[in-house]
């Protein structure tokens, strides 16, 4: 080995003109690996993002044309709805009801009982109100059949005729009530609300024809003056 | 013309090999290091476009949202009224026994003369009932009555009994 006298030798000196560039080329590649898989990592997962936004931004936007479309069309009251096909048990209030249809037919109504037994059926709860009724046949089948137009929905389970041979009869009746807790959550935000099918609309206008109950509201009555019961000269 | 003169002894001048070797591998990592700077920056850039355009969806969605949050009463409405439709479909397909009443009362008008019907029992699509005749000829009037409606899907024909008064009795259960 030569020796130049400025502590460096010459064989060194040869060998460093490859080792720095090959260094720095060895250098480069790890930060090329480096910054390849970070920068790529994090391409792609704010690629993800965007494409995930811009789904739910035409969702959305689908959504929202969807439901302004839905506002401008004209569907039954909802309010109402609630009374034809309720979400409390309305066996009460169908017995007043079922009286007071009766009254119209000119039948009589007695034995009256409610059995809150709730059988579900498909998140569809049902009670059941059994009474006698007396009458005409005919009135009888037609106080039957008007039952299917009065609020709230109900179907016969069964309907007993007694034997008659007269042209007063007996019928006991089953009648089914049905009522439903209303859905508690909403579609999710990026689910397209669906229009009514053909069918659902025509179920809708059924339930609109059935006679709705006239609650009545009491009012509070006018001020009167309280007599003392321990004044008698009052 | 000018000529390079090396007046360095030979034996301190470096190999040739190697010069030429560290000259291609500098050319190399200079163009490497320009290649790599580009792509990165590159990078940089289109990661400063991704984050500009996900902030302005996520204004637009913000404003998508409080449009949606205006509209939340229709969409109650419509999701009230389809849950409400859709139930009362089911119970109505279920309304078999108002159907057989319905039936049954059209077809109670038309009962030929000397028939007297009694006893109706209705369950579902099926109706029981029992008929009393008169005489012979008014039963198997009654019977070719009950044969000959279409609106029955399936007829069962029970016992006939003759009482002492001379009527004819049967039960008639029928599939409606």
Known sequence: MVN??????????SY??????????????????????TGYGKLRSQKQIIDELERDDTTLE???????????????????MLIRFPNDNPSLWMLGQLIRKGEESAVTLFEQTLLFDEASLENITVSTINFQVTGNKEKIFDYLLSIDNISPISTFDSVDFSESETAQQGALVSLKV???????????????????????????????????????????????????????FQ | MARNINLLPLEFVPNKKLVRMGAALKKLAIISYIFFFLAAG??????????????ELRNNRNTLEAELDNLKKTETKIVYLKDRADKAQKV????TTRSSIVTFS???????P????????????????????????????????VIGTTVFKAIILGDIKLGENGKYTTTITVEI
């Not at chain 1, 689908?62 to 109402?80: F, G, H, V």
């Not at chain 2, 109505?92 to 309304?95: E, Y």
């Open chain 1, 4 to 13: 130049l006298g400025f502590g460096e030798n010459v064989k060194l000196r």
């Open chain 1, 16 to 37: 460093k003109i490859v080792l720095i560039p090959f260094f720095a080329l060895i250098v480069l590649i790890i930060l090329f690996i480096y910054a390849a898989t």
């Open chain 1, 62 to 80: 689908a959504k929202i044309n969807n439901l302004k479309n839905l506002e401008a069309q004209t569907y039954p009251d909802s309010t109402e």
């Open chain 1, 178 to 232: 049905y009522f439903s807790p209303l859905p508690e959550v909403l579609t999710n935000l990026n689910e397209v609300v669906n229009e009514l099918t053909p069918l659902e609309v025509t179920t809708l206008n059924k339930l609109s024809e059935m006679e709705l109950p006239e609650f009545s509201t009491l009012m509070p009555s006018a001020n009167y003056e309280l007599k003392d019961p321990f004044n008698s």
């Open chain 2, 42 to 55: 590159s990078i940089a850039y289109a990661l400063y476009r991704y984050d500009k355009h996900i902030k």
């Open chain 2, 92 to 95: 109505i397909d279920a309304n």
């Open chain 2, 106 to 112: 059209e077809f109670d008008n038309h009962i030929p």
């Open chain 2, 114 to 145: 000397g028939i007297l019907i009694s006893d109706m029992a209705f369950r579902g699509s099926r109706a029981t009932f029992k008929v009393a005749a008169e005489n012979s000829g008014s039963l198997s009037q009654m019977v070719q009555y």
